[in-house]
């Protein structure tokens, strides 16, 4: 009976079996691996080789690109996102200025400008000549044609001086009745305009602002159509006057387009003393159409800007002279009628210019 041996007997690597001596022999020692892999490893060594001598190339015209950095939330925003952010953002903490006539100059370019701007732009397309003739700086005295119905020609104006000047707001001289009506009145506040006395039109030309005066009042926004491009009388002249004591330059402003966006027929007098208004209109459109007519129609708009008239060269006296008062009144009103008539002779179309 054959014994079998112990471990020992073997020792680590060989032992004797049957009295002849055994050899281990490992599995996967050298020279026994298998071809397949021998092969493989031999091709992606040399791969490896052949990659790292390689020589790098520039791709033609290309620039090494470098990682970008990670952009900030207000950087990947668009300006308008910016700005509309900004404006929530001053609004919230009450970072936001008011001067003293209630002007909100930030409320204005961002929310009432835009949506005046689309409609001078894009509706009436107005165009607009003499635009040299507003000063870049320092206070001026715009006199303006009135009418419409609804004074839009105001507002048009005002998109105007604020584009071609490069920023410049004007400060409109409106009716008492414009800051009666609920809402209408703080907006008006809130956008620059304020009451037309002589009080608050010198001390905004004294400081250097571009101010507006429509002084037709509602005797030329609400004539009938018959008597469009006719200007109404002036009044007395307060505008003049208010120039006088500034010392600044009268600029006379001539609207064609605004006459024909809700062509007055007639006027219902009983409704308009019931609702405390000037007159109530009655276009082709409305009152028949309920507020549909209400949408002006889209006529083609020219504003000019006419020849500064300087009131420097005046003493100090030159206020309390009527007659002196009278001519500069009429020279500017003549200025104006002249200048419509000349556009309106130049023009082709009422809704094409």
């Given at each position: 009976m054959t014994r079998l041996h112990d471990w020992d007997d073997f020792g680590s690597?060989?032992?004797?079996?049957?009295?002849?001596?055994?050899?281990?022999?490992?599995?996967?020692?050298?020279?026994?691996?298998?071809?397949?892999?021998?092969?493989?490893?031999?091709?992606?060594r040399e791969e490896e080789a052949a990659r790292a001598d390689a020589p790098v190339v520039a791709f033609?015209?290309?620039?090494?690109?470098?990682?970008?950095?990670?952009?900030?939330?207000?950087?990947?925003?668009?300006?308008?996102?910016?700005?509309?952010?900004?404006?929530?953002?001053?609004?919230?903490?009450?970072?936001?200025?008011?001067?003293?006539?209630?002007?909100?100059?930030?409320?204005?370019?961002?929310?009432?400008?835009?949506?005046?701007?689309?409609?001078?732009?894009?509706?009436?397309?107005?165009?607009?000549?003499?635009?040299?003739?507003?000063?870049?700086?320092?206070?001026?005295?715009?006199?303006?044609?009135h009418s419409g119905t609804i004074?839009?020609?105001?507002?048009?104006?005002?998109?105007?001086?604020?584009?071609?000047?490069?920023?410049?707001?004007?400060?409109?001289?409106?009716?008492?009745?414009?800051?009666?009506?609920?809402?209408?009145g703080s907006f008006?506040?809130?956008?620059?305009?304020?009451?037309?006395?002589?009080?608050?039109?010198?001390?905004?030309?004294?400081?250097?602002?571009l101010v507006g005066v429509w002084p037709e009042g509602f005797k030329g926004v609400g004539k009938p159509f018959a008597s469009r491009y006719k200007l109404q009388r002036f009044g007395r002249g307060g505008f003049v006057s208010a120039a006088l004591r500034a010392g600044v330059p009268i600029i006379p402003v001539s609207v064609i387009g605004a006459e024909e966006i809700y062509p007055k027929l007639g006027d219902i007098k009983v409704l308009a003393r019931m609702l405390g208004l000037?007159?109530?209109?009655?276009?082709?459109?409305?009152?028949?159409?309920g507020l549909l007519g209400a949408v002006p129609l889209p006529t083609k708009w020219s504003i000019e800007f006419g020849?500064?008239?300087?009131?420097?060269?005046?003493?100090?006296?030159?206020?309390?002279?009527?007659?002196?008062v009278f001519q500069l009144t009429d020279q500017v009103r003549e200025s104006i009628q002249q200048t419509l008539y000349r556009r309106l002779s130049q023009r082709k179309s009422v809704f094409r210019g």
């Open positions: 690597e060989a032992g004797t079996v049957g009295g002849a001596e055994a050899q281990v022999i490992p599995l996967h020692g050298p020279g026994r691996e298998k071809p397949e892999a021998v092969t493989a490893e031999r091709d992606l033609p015209g290309g620039v090494e690109r470098t990682a970008p950095d990670e952009p900030s939330f207000e950087e990947s925003l668009s300006d308008a996102a910016r700005s509309a952010l900004g404006f929530i953002r001053d609004r919230l903490t009450g970072d936001y200025t008011v001067d003293e006539f209630g002007f909100d100059a930030e409320l204005t370019e961002a929310v009432f400008l835009p949506p005046l701007r689309a409609l001078y732009k894009k509706w009436f397309r107005v165009d607009t000549h003499g635009v040299e003739n507003l000063p870049a700086a320092g206070g001026a005295l715009l006199v303006s044609n004074p839009l020609d105001s507002l048009m104006t005002a998109v105007a001086v604020h584009d071609e000047t490069g920023g410049r707001h004007l400060r409109g001289l409106g009716a008492d009745l414009v800051f009666q009506v609920p809402l209408v008006a506040r809130k956008s620059g305009q304020t009451l037309a006395c002589h009080a608050d039109a010198e001390r905004l030309l004294r400081k250097g602002e000037p007159y109530f209109p009655v276009t082709p459109f409305f009152p028949m159409l020849e500064p008239i300087a009131t420097d060269s005046y003493g100090p006296d030159a206020v309390d002279d009527p007659m002196l």
